[in-house]
């Protein structure tokens, strides 16, 4: 498996570009052979996405708590002291205008499963992955998306990219088996210190499988456009002629 999943990361580093490694996360029953836990303080979900770039380990559902949104966008059953953070921050969060206190209902999340997650780069992720998480450009996130069919215009087209919070973005992935993007929110960029020029990319596992063949694809296509934009842009360079001078 980590094999497979090695060389998905190096096509994917290699054909978009990544300034960051891919990482990736899967809910588990155990703690895998080799694996360690997480030991610290996490000021939110997103933060372990980060923290995977250096690594495996494996962070309980207690570790998510500190941001209860993030939390329950994992699956995760909420303490009663998460319940009150969760609480107190949806107030604050209507009170400066920043959500509509009806949105939280239809806040997605992922199925509940375990209070085990594991965490790490994809190269080197040992088991069935769940969700890959990249860090792209627009150019990038273009030819991600050519890649798994999402530009494709059809009758029911859907662009599956949203804005807060960022960890959504997670759940619609897993749960409709697709990509799905985010333009990050202002906690996401703090607490992963995300540069602004970035965005979030959450592919679902199960296309893992066929994202590299299908990168090499709609690279080979994008090249062969470029080509053909490039000799317009020769041909036809942009003048102008003002009226009456």
């Given at each position: ?39 610290g ?7 372990f ?12 559902d ?45 806040l ?77 929110c ?11 020029s ?48």
């Open positions: 498996m980590a094999q497979r999943y090695a060389e998905v990361a190096r096509v994917c580093e290699r054909i978009l570009k990544l300034g960051r490694p891919p990482v990736a996360l899967a809910r588990v029953p155990d703690v895998p052979a080799g694996v360690s836990r997480f030991e303080v996490a000021p939110s979900s997103c933060s996405w980060r923290h995977a770039e250096q690594g495996l380990f494996v962070a309980r207690a570790d998510h708590m500190n941001c209860p949104i993030g939390a329950m966008t994992m699956g995760f059953e909420l303490t009663a002291e998460a319940k009150a953070k969760l609480e107190g921050g949806l107030g604050l969060m209507t009170e400066v205008g920043y959500i509509d206190p009806k949105e939280a209902e239809h997605p999340s992922l199925l509940p499963e375990g209070p085990l997650v594991l965490y790490g780069p994809l190269a080197q992720f040992p088991i069935e992955a769940e969700i890959a998480l990249m860090w792209l450009t627009p150019g990038q996130a273009m030819l991600l998306r050519e890649a798994t069919g999402d530009v494709a215009w059809k009758s029911d087209v859907s662009s599956n990219l949203f804005g807060r919070p960022s960890c959504a973005a997670l759940a619609v992935a897993s749960n409709e088996g697709n990509v799905a993007l985010s333009f990050g202002n906690g996401m960029r703090t607490f992963t210190q995300t540069d602004p970035l965005m979030l990319a959450a592919v679902s596992g199960r296309l893992l499988s066929t994202l590299g063949a299908t990168l090499e694809r709609a690279d080979k296509a994008q090249c062969a456009m470029q080509q053909f934009y490039d000799q317009q842009q020769t041909y036809f360079p942009f003048t102008t002629k003002m009226a009456g001078r």
